[in-house]
């Protein structure tokens, strides 16, 4: 008479494999997880520096405008341009700045990821088109770039 059903050794081999699996797996996916995440953060970098860049291209604003104006100046600008999530612009560790010489505007964009792992993945993606560095905590990413302006 045979019975149906497993047996105690076939539900342990069957479950030490899906261990084995789970084992394998499991690293991997919260590695892929930190990586779209880096991804994520450097592509609204990226966008922000290209939107602020575009924005005073577009507008010239004068040598006083631009001067030393900080996030709250320059979120009212992109608000609602498309170039990077509201959520984004209005986080606490987003810092952008712009200072003005005669033939210059800096443009200095600081985000602190709050973790150093995920920080180098983030200059690592922007380091060379962007010249992203780490932050003095190794925390957050700094983003510097200038534009050739003049003024009349």
């Known amino acids: 008479m045979k019975r149906a059903g497993f047996t105690l050794i076939e539900l342990l081999i ?4 899906i261990a084995a699996l789970m084992a394998v797996l499991i690293p991997t996916a919260t590695g892929a997880m930190r990586k779209a995440r880096a991804t994520r953060i450097a592509v609204q970098l990226r966008n922000l520096e290209q939107g602020l860049r575009q924005y005073i291209l577009a507008t010239l604003p004068s040598k006083d405008e631009v001067d030393d104006k900080d996030i709250d100046h320059w979120k ?4 609602n341009s498309g170039f990077v999530d509201e959520n984004f612009l209005n986080d606490d560790g987003l810092t952008i700045t712009t ?3 005669d033939t210059q505007i800096l443009i200095t964009i600081e985000y602190n990821v709050g973790n150093s792992a995920l920080a180098e993945l983030v200059v690592g993606s922007l380091k060379e088109t962007y010249n992203a560095t780490l932050t003095n905590d ?15």
């Not at 009212?76 to 608000?79: A, P, T």
């Not at 190794?138 to 009349?152: Q, T």
């Open 138 to 152: 190794n925390k957050g990413v700094e983003i510097k770039s200038s534009l050739e302006a003049f003024w009349w």
């Open 14 to 17: 069957v479950m030490a494999i």
């Open 99 to 101: 200072t003005a010489s």
């Open 76 to 79: 009212s600008k992109l608000e």
